[in-house]
């Protein structure tokens, strides 16, 4: 049963424009979600993250925006450019004790045309 | 380097065979956690160590893979008669061990596939 799901496999976005990734999620009891940017034949690189006590946070070109009642996140990232061009991953962590693993959705490969 | 290190990178091994993957996490970080990546899937957790106490294992987690940190330091990852579905990347993470909510921070990840 996957509990973390992004939808869409793919993404194509041409340069300078918003992409918008998304992410839902089952389990309510997850509180604190992060997106990863991977290459191939690498690992994860941490991009951002939230806390189920906000509804956005950004970082540079980054913004995460979260709704709880819907249990959905997105990752924007304005202006996008080719560098951008990796598979992102959104996970989750669950809330209380000492359960400390991430739940990965499946990835949505984006491509940044110039 | 001060990020998470892994090696091997790349392992090509026999069906059967016994493998063992090593982890070294970030300087300071006291939370070490093992990762299965397969095609088209996101990373799914394995077992974690806060310092050299393993504190969880997965279910994916067969009585055919150990892991270990000794010293709280490096962790490794052993298969003992792998088969061809053990083929992954397998990931490693650390973070600082302080809250809850932290950021894991990956490795390269290593290689493995069985023939």
């Known amino acids: 049963d996957q509990q973390v799901k992004q939808n869409s496999p793919s993404l194509s976005v041409q340069e300078g424009r918003i992409s918008i990734l998304n992410c839902d999620y089952t389990?309510?009891?997850?509180?604190?979600f992060l997106w990863y940017k991977k290459y191939p034949a690498e690992g994860p690189t941490f991009l951002i993250s939230i806390s189920s006590i906000k509804d956005k946070n950004e970082d540079g070109r980054f913004t995460v925006f979260l709704n709880k009642s819907a249990k959905h996140l997105s990752l924007h990232i304005v202006p996008s450019q080719p560098g951008d061009s990796a598979v992102y991953f959104c996970?989750?962590?669950?809330?209380?004790?000492?359960?400390?693993?991430?739940?990965f959705g499946k990835g949505t490969l984006l491509t940044v045309n110039p | 380097d001060t990020g998470v290190s892994q090696d091997p990178r790349h392992k090509i091994t026999k069906r059967g065979q016994n493998v063992t993957f090593r982890c070294d996490p970030i300087s300071e970080h006291n939370r070490l956690y093992w990762y299965r990546q397969t095609l088209g899937q996101g990373p799914e957790f394995l077992t974690y160590f806060q310092n050299e106490a393993q504190l969880e294992k997965s279910r994916l987690l067969s009585d055919r893979f150990s892991a270990e940190r000794p010293k709280g330091s490096f962790s490794t990852l052993e298969i003992q008669r792998t088969e061809q579905g053990d083929s992954a990347m397998y990931l490693c993470?650390?973070?600082?061990?302080?809250?809850?909510?932290?950021?894991?921070?990956f490795g390269p990840g290593t290689r493995l596939l069985v023939l």
């Open positions: 996970a989750a962590s669950l809330s209380g004790g000492s359960n400390y693993k991430l739940t």
């Open positions: 389990n309510s009891m997850f509180d604190y």
């Open positions: 993470a650390s973070s600082l061990g302080l809250i809850r909510q932290e950021t894991q921070y």
